[in-house]
């Protein structure tokens, strides 16, 4: 499963979710937590259940949960399961048991469990629980992370600092989550850039996250969706790099390092230009 951007919309307003579906994302999070007032969150479920009843899913479909932690997961799982979402997003996530919980939960349900994607820096607890996602790596699809619950949840000011980067706390909760998302073997997602009316920084920070490793990255506004998809896809440069690495490879059968004009190149060479192409063959939409 491609993941490069992951577009979120509210549950309850059917005319951006259909907006969303156009908006050329991988995937589109219908939500049905934080977008979604308390009074709301039944009219919420009700239209993420009409749409993934519908013909008109151009684009894989997850939903955010309610966290497990409180009544509303229930009633959510039991309001879109039928609908076969492409994927849950888990919020409030602190370790392989929360997925192993939700789990459970979709069986009480007669249901089946969808790809998930944990949210999964959400609670102090979580940050000590990302090592521990290698244990349900076959139920992910990815891991993700956040900036703005985790600063709430220790009442934190901030999770930046004036530039607009991340403080030093939070700058290790993204790198552990990168880590711990590799180390499960699933894509490491980064979390949103919410100046959605800045593209020279939303640029700037996708690169950014494609350079330190990371497979995609959330957004908040149909906006953002061209240019990180953009960034997280291979350019010219690179896949021309990668043929001519693999090439040389394959004209010295056998051989543990090979010399590209003038540069030697070993097996992380290697596993790093395969992957480039494998990102620039990989089919961008659901179909």
């Known amino acids: 499963m491609r993941l490069r951007s992951l577009l979120f919309t509210p549950g309850d307003r059917p005319d951006r979710m259909l907006k969303a579906l156009e908006s050329g994302a991988d995937a589109v999070i219908l939500d049905l937590e934080d977008a979604v007032s308390p009074e709301r969150k039944p009219e919420a479920r ?34 879109v399961l039928e609908g076969a979402p492409d994927g849950l997003l888990l919020p409030k996530s602190e370790s392989a048991a ?13 249901g089946r469990l969808p790809p998930v994607l944990p949210i999964a820096t959400e609670t ?25 619950d985790l600063p ?4 934190a000011a ?7 980067g991340y403080s030093a706390p939070y700058e290790i909760v993204r790198s552990l989550t990168l880590f711990g998302a590799h180390a499960a073997g699933v894509s490491p997602i980064d979390t949103v850039f919410p100046a959605f009316k800045d593209m020279a920084g939303l640029a700037a920070y996708a690169a950014r996250a494609r350079r330190d490793g990371f497979r995609g990255m959330m957004a908040i506004h149909p906006a953002q969706v061209p240019a990180i998809n953009a960034a997280f896809a291979p ?8 043929r001519r690495v693999l090439a040389a490879f394959a004209a010295a059968p056998g051989a ?6 003038g540069a030697m190149l070993d097996a ?20």
């Not at 901030?158 to 607009?164: H, I, K, N, V, Y």
């Not at 992380?268 to 179909?287: C, D, M, N, V, Y």
Request: glycine share 8%; proline share 5%; hydrophobic share 45%.
């Open 46 to 79: 009700r239209r993420v259940a009409e749409l993934l009843a519908s013909a008109q899913r151009s684009a894989r479909v997850f939903v955010r949960i309610n966290p497990l932690q409180g009544p509303e997961a229930d009633r959510d799982l039991a309001a």
């Open 152 to 155: 709430a949840a220790i009442g």
């Open 98 to 110: 929360s997925v192993k919980a939700l789990q459970a939960r979709v069986a009480a349900h007669g």
């Open 124 to 148: 102090p607890a979580a940050i000590f629980g990302l090592g521990s996602y290698r244990e349900v790596a076959s139920l992910l699809c990815g891991l993700t992370w956040g900036a703005e």
């Open 158 to 164: 901030t999770s930046r600092e004036p530039d607009g």
């Open 268 to 287: 992380p060479h290697r596993k790093q230009a395969e992957r480039i192409l494998e990102e620039a063959q990989a089919p961008a939409s659901k179909t």
């Open 256 to 261: 543990g390092a090979v010399n590209l004009e």
């Open 235 to 242: 350019s010219a440069v690179e896949v021309d790099w990668a």
